[in-house]
């Protein structure tokens, strides 16, 4: 059976961007995971026969403090700590949207989305 744990809509302020105003004044993120693996139970019971979506918010809200230029590097980079800390994910999906662009006129959000299969 294939499972999928849901993360939506996690809030952070962080440092992250390419330029030097987004590295100093900091912004809101949005984030979304999509972890999915592979369960051999036919009811799940115990922590331990699944993924603990705590576990992978906590490892998000560290890895949220280290500033990186490129979302996609943030998100690459995520991703294998993920797979790391939890060897029975066979399938990831992130997406990061930045909230406020530092762009005259802007309005929106931008945001990158990656899917991995292990």
Do not use: W
């Not at 699944?50 to 998000?60: G, P, Q, R």
């Not at 949207?97 to 991995?116: C, D, S, T, W």
Request: net charge negative.
């Amino acid at each position: 059976m294939l499972i999928t744990l849901h993360l939506e809509k996690l809030k952070f302020f962080a440092y992250h961007g390419l330029y030097e105003e987004e590295r100093k004044l900091g912004n809101e993120f949005e984030l979304n995971i999509s972890v999915s693996f592979f369960s051999t139970h036919p009811v799940i019971r115990d922590i331990d026969q699944t993924i603990n979506y705590a576990a992978i918010y906590e490892l998000v809200k560290i890895e949220m403090t280290h500033p990186c230029a490129l979302l996609e590097t943030f998100l690459t980079e995520l991703a294998e700590k993920i797979k790391n800390q939890f060897p029975q994910v066979a399938k990831l999906k992130m997406s990061l949207y930045k909230l406020h662009m530092p762009l005259a006129n802007f309005q929106g959000r931008v945001g990158v989305e990656i899917e991995k299969e292990y």
